[in-house]
């Protein structure tokens, strides 16, 4: 695991799944931050490139830099 996930992320998805993201900072108080401020840490947070299913079963999903890394 990535270290800067280890203590945790806030994962930002769109309902049709056409996007996700993951904010490795996630604030104390996320739960109870306006939909602005949501929208800020959204913007902020590293774009996730999808799980996959393959024939040895699922694959974890990465982000994008380290996908590039790849």
Do not use: I, K
Not at 4 to 11: A, E
Not at 42 to 70: F, H, I, K, L, N
């Amino acid at each position: 695991m990535d270290p800067q996930y280890r203590d945790g992320w806030l994962v930002f998805e769109r309902e049709d799944g056409s996007d996700r993201r993951r904010l490795n900072r996630v604030p104390d108080d996320w739960a109870s931050l306006t939909p602005a401020q949501l929208s800020q840490f959204c913007r902020a947070a590293v774009p996730v490139v999808g799980a996959r299913s393959t024939p040895s079963g699922p694959q974890p999903a990465w982000t994008t830099s380290e996908a590039d890394g790849r």
